[in-house]
């Protein structure tokens, strides 16, 4: 099996037990978590009803809405386990490549994940949005999912991505504004969901802690999107002698600038155009996954050895 540079596949001291471990015992924990948080949303959103109807008031000590808290605490902390793990696998890749960890897709994938989970961490301490965990969780453990799916071996850089500042400072800021975004989707998904439900179910954050937690997050996300791009810029003028060639990437790259420049228009308008803003951000998001994945693997360009 052929590696990024082209080579052959050999064996990696990344390919031990311990690393492999770390990986599926964060997916198993992601994966648990985001069940068992949804099964928490339930019982509890069962339990309000239930309450507000009077039907089982005398129940003996509340135990039906405890036990939902109960299920999403045991979630949530699923997901800060899931961080650890991640968060040891990413050393000890650092420590056998000798690099930044996220120069091939399979590495960017778990250092995806293990971002997400930090930054959803940061955000949710800020902001009431905790229920949403089993989203976040999900999300998670798909990029895991993807990174268990692509090859592992530690193989020596293409002759492109030799450039350890620019591949440590341009696809960590990427990495970080995907993470940021996907943290804003997440919010936006919570927006749109209790503004359907007009703030009536007490398990799901209200859509104004929703609204301002991505708007944080994309108010954070998007500089750092735009320098993402203009480093690539740099990098791309020192590999390619071109700042910008219309790669596929590059292409979907820029597109999701302009949907997150859209959102930040339109989020301060009160009018119809201003309720648009979450889905603005739903779409976004789209176009951080196309330029992820669909930009890899569907299409050759600059960029194609990435995939690999």
């Known amino acids: 099996m052929r590696n990024p540079a082209g080579g052959l596949g050999r064996p990696s001291p990344t390919l031990s037990i ?7 015992g964060a997916l198993i924990a992601l994966l648990g978590s985001a069940v068992l948080g949804l ?9 309000a009803r239930a309450a507000a109807a009077g039907a089982y008031s005398g129940a003996p000590h509340g135990w039906i809405p405890l036990g939902g808290s109960a299920l999403a605490s045991i979630g949530h902390a699923g997901t800060l ?18 690099r930044a960890p996220w120069a091939n897709l399979h590495e960017f994938s778990v250092a995806f994940a293990a971002v997400l989970l930090a930054a959803y961490a940061v955000v949710e301490r800020r902001h009431a949005i905790r229920p949403l965990a089993p989203l976040v969780a999900a999300l998670a453990a798909g990029l895991v999912g993807v990174a268990l799916s692509l090859d592992a071996p ?14 440590t400072v341009h696809v960590g800021s990427a990495l970080l504004a995907y993470a940021i ?33 991505a708007h944080h997050a994309v108010l954070v996300g998007f500089p750092i999107l735009t320098a993402a791009i203009a480093l690539g810029s740099v990098w ?24 997150y ?8 308008r009160r009018d119809r155009w201003g309720r648009c803003a979450p889905w603005l951000l739903v779409v976004g998001f789209g176009g951080v996954l196309f330029t992820y994945l669909a930009a890899s693997f569907l299409f050759v360009g600059e960029h194609s050895y990435a995939g690999a």
């Open 18 to 24: 311990l690393p492999a471990a770390l990986l599926a």
């Open 39 to 47: 099964a928490g949303l339930v019982v509890r959103s069962v339990a």
């Open 81 to 98: 386990l899931a961080l650890v793990l991640l968060a040891g696998w990413l050393a000890l890749r650092t420590v056998a490549a000798a």
């Open 154 to 167: 530690v193989e020596p850089l293409v002759p492109a991505l030799q450039q350890p500042l620019l591949l």
């Open 181 to 213: 975004s996907a943290v804003a989707f997440v919010a936006a998904i919570g927006e749109l969901l209790a503004r359907a439900a007009g703030d009536r179910v007490s398990a799901l954050p209200t859509a104004d802690a929703c609204r301002r937690a």
């Open 236 to 259: 791309a003028n020192l590999a390619w002698r071109s700042y910008w060639s219309n790669d596929p990437k590059e292409l979907a790259a820029a597109a999701t600038w302009l949907v």
């Open 261 to 268: 420049g859209a959102y930040l228009h339109a989020a301060g």
